[in-house]
């Protein structure tokens, strides 16, 4: 079935506790130089071919349900 | 005598105490499901504290898609009473009947205190048993909790008196300290600790939970 994914990514001027503890683990294991920022990836199977009316719809679904707006941006990418 | 609903989502934690808090505050309390289509001709709603679908997704994300939330939001546009404590102000604001999210804490905790708060406006249906300026103590618990907005959004909410609680010692990184807000209309209100907790002298801090009840039964009651 094709798939569509949708990132989900804290907007940049929203503080990321979550990508700062990670950053802060890697920091102890010897990781060096790595700045962790943690989003969500949503793997999504679709029914039909993947159209640009596809895409769009998927677009809705991420703005009305997977993301919030207020403090995330997400992007449609065509896997 | 005024009616207060009670909704109850999967995963609801403080349904109960919610229910009881109405109960001891002198008002009918009926319970609410968040399946149903209807409120039940309840004068006020309170949505409760608790991890409504396990907080998957974001909190509250899935909670405010039941069917109940849509015949919430429309009461609440016509400005019914409406109380969101913690879950339940995660849910108004993914509602956006609230405006701005709730993040994880600063530090990562969850956090259960006695928490001091000040009362910033009495001037809300929630609060109007309050006096402006007032310093009130009631539980707070939970991981998620760092309310977060657009610059912009919490000038307006500030510059329009709707920022309604502000931690005393920010526990979790809150913008402006705050703990709770209103709509332009001063009907909606959510916070992040629990006033239900504070209810009864066993086993809270303080009683101030119970003025939250009493103003709203006060607001119903002059109407």
């Known amino acids: 079935m094709p798939r569509v994914v949708v990132n989900v990514m804290p907007k940049p001027e929203i503080l990321d506790p979550q990508g700062?503890?990670?950053?802060?683990?890697?920091?102890r294991l010897g990781f060096d130089g790595m700045t962790v920022r943690q989003g969500k990836r949503f793997e999504i199977?679709?029914?039909?071919?993947?159209t640009p009316e596809a895409l769009q719809q998927v677009a809705a679904a991420a703005e009305k349900l997977l993301a919030n707006t207020v403090i995330e941006t997400f992007e449609v990418v065509n896997a | 005598m005024t009616r207060i609903g009670v909704v109850t989502f999967p995963g609801s934690l403080d349904d109960h105490d919610a229910l009881r808090a109405v109960k001891l505050s002198g008002a009918e309390?009926?319970?609410?499901w968040h399946g149903a289509?209807?409120?039940?001709?309840v004068d006020a709603i309170i949505l409760p504290g608790g991890f409504s679908y396990g907080d998957y997704l974001r909190c509250g994300a899935i909670a405010r898609f039941s069917p109940i939330m849509d015949v919430i939001i429309d009461q609440a546009r016509k400005g019914m009473p409406v109380l969101g404590i913690c879950n339940g102000f995660q849910l108004l604001c993914e509602a956006h009947l609230l405006e701005g999210a709730m993040i994880r804490n600063v530090d990562q905790h969850f956090i259960c205190r006695d928490q001091k708060l000040r009362v910033e406006t009495a001037d809300t249906t929630w609060t109007c048993a309050f006096e402006r300026g007032q310093e009130i103590v009631i539980a707070l618990k939970?991981?998620?909790g760092n309310y977060q907005a657009a610059p912009e959004t919490l000038k307006r909410l500030e510059d329009n008196d709707q920022v309604v609680f502000r931690y005393i010692d920010n526990p979790n990184g809150s913008a402006n300290d705050i703990a709770g807000i209103t709509n332009e209309r001063g009907n909606v209100v959510g916070l992040m600790p629990h006033p239900e907790h504070n209810v009864e002298e066993l086993t809270g801090a303080s009683l101030d939970g119970k003025t939250f009840f009493e103003s709203a039964i006060k607001?119903?009651?002059a109407r």
Not at chain 1, 45 to 50: A, K, L, M, P
């Open chain 1, 20 to 27: 700062k503890a990670v950053t802060g683990a890697l920091k």
């Open chain 1, 45 to 50: 199977e679709i029914d039909g071919e993947v």
């Open chain 2, 29 to 32: 309390a009926v319970p609410l």
């Open chain 2, 37 to 41: 289509d209807s409120v039940n001709d």
């Open chain 2, 142 to 144: 939970n991981g998620e």
């Open chain 2, 219 to 221: 607001f119903l009651t």
